[in-house]
């Protein structure tokens, strides 16, 4: 079946823009991740959304990021005003939810704020 | 807060040689699950393997297997028989399933197989 899917591909914005950035899971997947990916910061937990269930929002790194997760499907992530800072590539991932913790990851889009 | 920590930046192996990537990281749980990820060029996130911390036997898939050691929290990954396609970065990621199942991450280890 079709993975975990997610758009655009690539984005360049000007600083203090707002982007927003998309993502399908895996049909069936009840919980969604979104992670950062920087070279000087690692791979991040952004935020955790779990069927209908309140996220986790712990590893937003300000308030400018929000996310939203519709239907229990796709997903949203909004970073406002955008920083040069929040250049990275941006990933989501999904997984069956309860005791199955593998998760599977989409492509990413990388995010390169000017 | 648990921490990974993977000491290896950068490995090069010629193909068909036996690589093993380290991993080490650091937590009071006794309840968590392990994993290892494989970032090619293409960014694409692959899942290599997984091991559950109370299982002893270590976990393999096909060229790709495992030395978890609980008391000593290591978990090194061993590719046999390496091919062109392993090369990759590789990550090591810790998850605590009471803690929003979310992933912590190793540095990476980048790993080169020459022909």
């Known amino acids: 079946g079709a993975g975990v899917s997610q758009s655009p591909s690539n984005k360049v914005t000007e600083k203090g823009k707002d982007v927003e950035l998309r993502c399908d899971p895996i049909?069936?997947?009840?919980?969604l991740y979104w992670y950062r990916q920087s070279l000087g910061q690692g791979l991040e937990f952004l935020i955790y959304f779990q069927g209908n269930s309140a996220p986790d929002k712990s590893g937003l790194p300000s308030d400018r990021f929000s996310a939203e997760r519709t239907g229990g499907s796709v997903s949203t992530l909004t970073i406002q005003r955008t920083q040069q800072e929040d250049s990275a590539v941006y990933l989501c991932?999904?997984?069956?939810?309860?005791?199955?913790?593998?998760?599977?990851f989409g492509p990413g889009t990388r995010l390169t704020v000017t | 807060a648990q921490t990974v920590t993977q000491s290896q930046p950068e490995m090069s192996v010629q193909e068909a040689e036996t690589v093993t990537l380290s991993c080490t990281y650091d937590?009071?749980?006794?309840?968590?699950?392990l994993f290892w990820y494989k970032q090619p060029p293409s960014r694409q996130m692959i899942l290599v393997i997984r091991q559950e911390a109370y299982k002893q036997q270590n976990a393999t898939e096909n060229r790709f297997s495992v030395n978890f050691q609980k008391a000593a929290k290591s978990f090194s990954l061993k590719i046999s028989d390496s091919q062109l396609g392993d090369t990759a970065m590789y990550f090591c990621a810790f998850m605590k399933p009471s803690s929003a199942q979310k992933l912590v991450f190793g540095q990476g280890t980048r790993l080169t197989i020459n022909p």
């Open positions: 991932a999904s997984s069956r939810g309860g005791t199955r913790y593998e998760q599977y």
């Open positions: 937590t009071s749980e006794s309840n968590y699950y």
């Open positions: 049909s069936g997947h009840t919980a």
